[in-house]
Structures are given as structure tokens and as C-alpha cells.
């Protein structure tokens, strides 16, 4: 795949991608709530002590929380993704590498 451009490995990817993605979040979004009544309150009581005890400090944590996970997974297909600066910048710009490697 060395030699692929960009494009291309996009192409053979969105196939496969894109179809898994939407029939994911169908499954996730279409899918019943199948907790019990007391598992029910149990949470709503956690919910209302939590959500009284700071609001925004519970939201900033949720961010946090967040802004870590989408940094770890940054970080952990950097290597997977085989990119270099030169590459980078095509990506966010829209020039064409002349040649690469």
C-alpha cells in the first residue's frame, strides 16, 4: 500500500466503513431500554446525587474524559496510519503529494 495515494485507500475503505457505521448506529439507537424497575431507580438516585453535587464540575469531567479518549485513539493509529508531515498537510490542504517515498 506504499505505493496507494490517499485517495485511493479511501476508496477501498468507505465500502467497508461507511455501511458498518450506519448499521451500528441503527442497532445502538434503535435499541430498548431492558433494565429492570429496580436497576431503573437505583440509577435515577445515582443520577440525582450526582447531579446535584456540582453540575459543572461533572461536566468538565465528562469533557476531560472525552478529550482523553479521542487523544488516546490519536495517538495509538498515528503509527497504523504510516504518515509523515509532507502527508499531513496534503490531507487538511488539498494538494497533491508530487511523489512520496
Not at 74 to 100: E, I, K, Q
Request: aromatic share 8%.
Amino acid at each position: 500500500m506504499d505505493s496507494m495515494e490517499m485517495h485511493a485507500v479511501f476508496g477501498i475503505l468507505i465500502p467497508f466503513v461507511v455501511p458498518r457505521a450506519g448499521i451500528l448506529a441503527f442497532l445502538l439507537l434503535m435499541e430498548n431500554g431492558r433494565l429492570k424497575p429496580w436497576i431503573l431507580e437505583d440509577q435515577k438516585v445515582w443520577m440525582d446525587h450526582y447531579a446535584k453535587k456540582d453540575l459543572i464540575r461533572t461536566t468538565r469531567g465528562g469533557l476531560l474524559s472525552g478529550a482523553l479518549w479521542i487523544a488516546a485513539i490519536a495517538l495509538a493509529s498515528w503509527p497504523a496510519l504510516n504518515l509523515d508531515s509532507s502527508m499531513l498537510s496534503c490531507l487538511f490542504t488539498g494538494h497533491r503529494l508530487a511523489a512520496h517515498r
